[in-house]
């Protein structure tokens, strides 16, 4: 398991998964992909496991994808999987400071979001020349209505928790500071009930959502690739490195 991310087994039951980048906000890179992975696998490998929890260190959940990385490599590796696929038990996302880009689409993977009642949710990726690729446009739709979406999408600009929380994407609102305590809550009460209809009602209810998951998907991976390769991405990632405005040429 990598540094990059930690793993802790509380109340014997519950695996709390940790992001562990608060340097750059617990920004997603190969390590942080790859830990999860491993994560995500012990979380469903361990029959005395019932239940996770996702988190951040540092203050804050996640602020998307480690633009440095992504110009040097592209995507980290193995992180399509990764959002797609999820867990089979069932997971929390405990939200604190920003929750952006990757970071969301990461939480998305979650089955039950519980935020700070201060945190802030976005998908900034048009700002530096990309766009929402891991799953975001395909679990939102069921949840936010389109309007908001499209200008979550389309603008960047974020949402609060708590405007979050009124739409039905955030479950649970908490103090700040307090999202995770409210998460290992509600993971207890998750582990109360019995594992076999814990787990029908999660297959359940993640076969039914949205489009048809297998073109979403192809359709998305088309897009990505025309699209992170284009000179806008490069021109985005550059700008943002360079703390200056990017400027778009359509190609």
Known sequence: MTDAVLTEVVNENTLVITLNR???????????SLGLRAAF????????????????SGGTFCAGMDLKEFARTGK??????????????PLIAALEGVTLGGGLELALVADILVAASDAALGLPEVRVGLFPSGGALYRLPGVLPRPLIA???????????????????VSRLAAPGAALDEALTMAEMIT??????????????????GPAADG???????LAHAVFWSGDAAEGVAAFAERRQP?????
């Open 22 to 32: 608060p340097e750059v906000k617990n920004a997603i890179n190969s390590d942080v």
């Open 41 to 56: 696998e012990e979380l469903d490998r361990d029959d005395a496991l019932r239940a996770g929890v996702l988190t951040g």
């Open 76 to 89: 980290p590796r193995g992180v399509q999987v990764l959002l797609r696929e999820g867990t089979k038990k």
């Open 151 to 169: 200008e979550m999408a389309f603008t960047g600009e974020r949402i609060s928790a708590e405007r979050a929380h009124h739409f039905g994407l």
């Open 192 to 209: 109360r009930g019995a594992p076999l209809g814990v787990a029908a009602s999660k297959n359940l209810l993640r076969g039914c959502q």
């Open 216 to 222: 979403f998907w192809m359709r998305q991976r088309e």
């Open 247 to 251: 400027r778009w040429r359509n190609r």
